[in-house]
């Protein structure tokens, strides 16, 4: 059987984040993966240097001759950088039907450059998460999309439940900002129980392009069928073994190891 997933989103030169994180996970994942091109960045571990935007229409036609033909098991979005691209995003995955959505709301890059233009998030919430099977913001992410303050586990509960009545099915809140602890504890909701995955830190600068593998990781299980708890495991199992194996390239923040999870797997 052959799974298929489409990824929408930038582009990172850098290969660390963005598409490129998409796709080598897909791959790692066994799934083909497609991409819509939403922005192309310069950007390397040390930052981005450059951001430019693709117009709606280009956006919109890349996923119109990937829907027409190929079709979607399931599909994720990253870095859609204006209004106007959730726009044209979410009435394609209305004319497509795609139910196995999930939402990575990237706003900000680790050092600090918007990839998400300030008056987009509002897009984001009433376009977007209402379509949504999957939501996986990090805690400031949640933060801008609830207007909470999150610091506790009960912050984090309360921004998940906020985030499920805008009508996204399952909320994954991820922990990698909240480095007190020895833990990562990334919280599910699915509308009525929490679930927790927890796993050791690590210490490591290395953490580019994380939230967009964890996310890819969920889409390429999903794609598969399984369900979403299997899937945020999967992804957790994953992301541990992809910042554990660090590559250490670049000069910056490097980029985790995709091939990690499928060399321990092989072991
Ligand atoms: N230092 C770390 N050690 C272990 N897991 C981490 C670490 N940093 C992030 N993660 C995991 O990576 C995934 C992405 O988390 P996070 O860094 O919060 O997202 P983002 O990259 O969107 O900011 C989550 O599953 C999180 O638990
Ligand atoms: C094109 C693009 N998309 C997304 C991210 C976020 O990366 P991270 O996973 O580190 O939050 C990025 N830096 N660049």
């Known amino acids: 059987m052959v799974y298929k997933a489409l990824t929408i989103a930038g582009s990172d030169s850098g290969g660390g984040a963005g598409i490129q994180a998409d796709l080598k996970t897909f791959q790692e994942l066994r799934v083909f993966g497609m991409s819509a091109l939403t922005a192309v960045t310069a950007q390397n571990t040390l930052g981005v240097q450059g951001v430019y935007p ?3 229409e280009a956006v919109a036609q890349q996923i119109e001759s990937v829907g027409t033909d190929l079709g979607a098991d399931a599909v994720k979005t990253g870095m859609l950088f ?11 995955v ?3 039907g795609w139910e196995r959505l999930v939402v990575d709301p990237v706003m900000i890059a680790k050092g600090g450059a918007p990839l998400l233009q300030e008056e987009a998030v509002s897009a984001l919430k009433t376009h977007l998460l209402p379509l949504s099977m999957v939501v996986t913001p990090n805690i400031p992410e949640a933060e801008a ?3 909470l303050t999150i610091r506790t586990i009960e912050d984090r509960k309360e921004a998940a439940k906020r985030l499920h009545e805008l009508g996204v099915k399952y909320v994954v809140i991820k922990g990698g900002h909240d480095d007190d602890g020895e833990e990562t504890v990334d919280v599910l909701y699915d509308g009525s129980e929490f679930f927790y995955f927890t796993s050791k830190r690590i210490d490591t600068k290395h953490t580019h392009g994380t939230g967009c593998t964890f996310a890819a990781a969920i889409t390429a299980e999903l794609a598969k069928g399984k369900t979403v708890q ?3 495991q999967t992804a957790k ?3 541990q073994a992809a910042i554990s194996h ?5 000069h910056g923040h490097g980029p985790t190891n995709h091939w990690a999870y499928r060399e321990k797997q092989a072991r």
């Open 54 to 56: 693709l117009s709606p």
């Open 82 to 92: 204006s209004a106007e691209i959730i726009e044209v995003v979410a009435s394609k």
């Open 94 to 96: 209305k004319q497509f």
């Open 145 to 147: 999309l609830t207007g």
């Open 230 to 232: 299997e899937a945020v």
């Open 237 to 239: 199992s994953f992301i």
């Open 246 to 250: 660090e590559l250490g390239i670049g």
